[in-house]
């Protein structure tokens, strides 16, 4: 089975849980008087679950051949160990822990460390270039976010204050 | 209309807003021009921007100029190094790569360039035209309507963007409807589906996702491939002139493609992309042998057809959203989500209640496409250099400019694990083909439709809704058939092709 296929079925188990919380979960909770309208919270989700649940089931079930007329597609899955995975994984892991670094960190560290560290993932190694460009830009944007658009931005770590 | 003209100049010309146009266009060809980046990417980066400037008009003229800019930005990197930034000027670099691989890389700039203004400039004029005749169409509208008439823009999306995989797309929009309805709803004040999760009390954010679902995945796709990203210049852009002659033959091309990518344009799911292309495919078969011959070697006309018209329905699309307030594309889906970010609701009161918005943003068009003619052009040898810097710095730039959008919207971290999680899931929808600008358009329709469905159910007392106006019935039939027909014809185009009689 292709890979969108499999995407397809998991959408189909997405829209199954879903749709029993529209149908079996949320009624429960409802207040009596608003039980006399016409049209509850539950009530859109429900026809989506089910318009979604099908239309999910035809495209696992292959219904609708592909007539794309052999369209190229932009990266090859089945070849997916030629491309550079490890470093898309890292910069990805490097993105997490930017963003459980940002608020103990203080902005202009840990965008530093991001910007040098996603740059050495990727193979350079001109620290003499990267480093003040790291820092100019850090703290650059720190100035146009915090002064400019007047939006709190923790520079320094808590430790500091601020 | 004059009235309107005056209201808008008076808006648009003042200081402030003429610098949002002239920066707008700067930072969209800066940035489009960078591989991976394209106009939905940028425009939702610049949201936080816009929205800390507060008054609608500057906001929305700012957003536009972005626009603007992306498009002219993404044109000059397909005719320079046959990376087309955005889709929807692919077709641009057929004939404009050829083009500066001869050295004529400054005579097809300008080309590209003038193309452009006259397709944007006829864009703005026809959208002059059609969008209050729209409107005042619009305002006999009831909810009912409206719901209709969204369903219909949302298969419309599904049925255009997914070449062949109508399933696929309808899927995609299905998933963004569901998402839409994660938090609060606004007609109940109960949270929904939200696992009891505190972060997901108000929802998805919708720049988190925009973000997850366009800027992220070609990020990725630029590190996963480096083949991508690498630049082979077509030459020095020099000698930006172009002769009367040349001048004489693009000028019919220019006028065909921007009515009709203009008129492209205005449906939704359409877009851009599909106006380039079938502009130039249009300019190839009515053109003569000897041009023809031509086409894809570095001809004139191939290169301005396909500007004029993608120009033409960016224009276009702003038609849709300016008086129903339904997007018919992913760019314009943003720019929605950004007014209702600012407090404005487009749709056909807009013309009424904030007549100086709607105006100033057709004006500032004109304008944005003036500095593009005359201050992006000439600047363009120097703008081109950003193409030089080496992708080691560029990536994770990019990377931080998409952490930065989606952080400064929410100021909250967790927004940002869930810009990773979402922009995994996203690589790998795109990995299998799926199209993700219609789940965004879903998700951001996905409030208006409910509210326009609970209204319509409340005020009938059922569903009887659908059978009370003949107007709502035809939408939805409509709607229907715009999923199922694709789907039939090339269900009978295969049975046809395998050499079965179907019936007939």
Known sequence: ?162 | MLEGILIGLTTAFTGTNLLMVIGGCLIGTFIGMLPGLGPMSIIAIMIPVAISIGDPSAALILLAGVYYGAIFGGSTSSILINAPGVASTVATSFDGYPLARQGKAGKALTVAAIASFCGGTIGAILLMIFAPMLASVALLFHSAEYFALMVVGLSAIAAFAGTGQVGKALLMTLLGLIMATVGEGALFNAPRFTMGIMDLQSGFGFITLAMAMFALPEALYLVLDPARSNNEAGGEIKDLRITRDEAKQIAPVIGRQSIQGFLIGVLPGAGATIASFLGYAVERNIASKEDQEQFGKGSIKGLAAPEAANNAAATGSFVPLLTLGIPGSGTTAILLGALIALNVTPGPRLMIDEPEVFWAVIVSMYIGNLVLLFLNLPLIPYIAKVLAVPRTFLIPFILFFTLMGAYIGQNNATELLILVGFGICATILRFADYPLAPLLIGFILGQMLEDNFSRSMQLEGGIGFILERPMTMGLLAFAVLLVVLPTYRARRARIRAQGIADGD
């Open chain 1, 1 to 162: 089975m292709a890979l969108d296929r499999w995407i397809a079925l998991i959408i189909l188990m997405i829209c199954l849980a879903y749709g029993y919380a529209a149908f079996f979960t949320m009624d429960a909770t409802l207040p009596p008087f608003m039980q006399r309208n016409p049209v509850w919270p539950s009530t859109f989700p429900k026809i989506l679950s089910v318009i979604g649940a099908l239309v999910a089931l035809s495209v696992v079930l292959g219904l609708e051949k592909d007539t794309g007329g052999g369209k190229e597609p932009d990266i090859d899955y089945t070849r997916l160990g030629d491309y550079k995975i490890g470093q898309a994984l890292f910069l990805l892991g490097l993105m997490v822990a930017y963003a459980l670094c940002l608020r103990p960190v203080g902005f202009l560290g840990s965008t530093m460390f991001f910007l040098i560290a996603g740059s050495v993932v990727l193979g350079e190694r001109r620290w003499f270039i990267m480093i003040p460009v790291a820092a100019f830009a850090s703290g650059g944007i720190w100035y146009l976010v915090q002064e400019v658009l007047g939006i709190f931005l923790r520079p320094w770590p808590f430790f500091l204050g601020v």
